[in-house]
Antibody, heavy 123, light 108 residues
Framework: QITLKESGPTLVKPTQTLTLTCTFS??????????VGWIRQPPGKALEWLAL???????RYSPSLKSRLTITKDTSKNQVVLTMTNMDPVDTATYYC???????????????WGQGTMVTVSS | SYVLTQPPSVSVAPGQTARITCGGN??????VHWYQQKPGQAPVLVVY???DRPSGIPERFSGSNSGNTATLTISRVEAGDEADYYC???????????FGGGTKLTVL
């Protein structure tokens, strides 16, 4: 059974750096084809994809946020870490990590999601 | 970057069929995934690769994709289907993951 859980601060100040950790079980990020993604959702708004990381350390970032994001993995700890610099109140959102399903059509989907963690950016 | 357009809301009576659309330029050439999100919960994948269902998803949920429109169809709608629904595509470019703006399904 695959599970994921996000952890990190609930409140950050503007200009600070946010560090979120996704701790997972039921799969290994050292297994070929496996990946984890981060997605966020501001209150009352739509889902927004942030970043992906795969078993071979291939990384993808949302073009609009690429300069502020870094995604890394720690295979031994079964963790994926996302950092976002220069936080702003508009970054207030629930942040989710999710397991990537590499489909038969070669189009990645997010099949298992963590519960999400709410991050508020305020002074 | 690629844009997906969904209607903000769809309403349907219990037992009827709901159709939620997702528009995009030549979206028929891409694989479309659909997520259901109930209030206060994480999204759940209900359809992937246009029309496949993950295990545990009822057959009432189906999908199609052609031309510039993909459609999620929910047959015999139940009160428990009331949720926000998001489409997503994988685009093998610098912006590989794109979500639609979401559609709120109301069961009357």
């Amino acid at each position: 059974q695959i599970t994921l859980k996000e952890s990190g601060p609930t409140l950050v100040k503007p200009t600070q750096t946010l560090t979120l950790t996704c701790t997972f079980s039921g799969f290994s990020l050292s297994t070929s084809g496996v990946g984890v993604g981060w997605i966020r959702q501001p209150p009352g708004k739509a889902l927004e994809w942030l970043a992906l990381i795969y078993w071979d350390d291939d990384k993808r970032y949302s073009p609009s946020l690429k300069s502020r994001l870094t995604i890394t993995k720690d295979t031994s700890k079964n963790q994926v870490v996302l950092t976002m610099t220069n936080m702003d109140p508009v970054d207030t959102a629930t942040y989710y990590c999710a397991h990537i399903l590499s489909t038969a059509m070669g189009a990645d989907a997010f099949d298992i999601w963590g519960q999400g963690t709410m991050v508020t950016v305020s002074s | 970057s690629y844009v997906l357009t969904q209607p903000p809301s769809v309403s349907v009576a219990p037992g009827q069929t709901a159709r939620i659309t997702c528009g995009g330029n030549n979206i028929g050439s891409k694989s479309v995934h659909w997520y259901q999100q109930k209030p206060g919960q994480a999204p759940v994948l209900v359809v992937y690769d246009d029309s496949d269902r993950p295990s545990g998803i009822p057959e009432r949920f189906s999908g199609s994709n052609s031309g510039n429109t993909a459609t999620l169809t929910i047959s015999r709608v139940e009160a428990g289907d009331e949720a926000d629904y998001y489409c997503q595509v994988w685009d093998s470019s610098s912006d590989p993951v794109v979500f639609g703006g979401g559609t709120k399904l109301t069961v009357l």
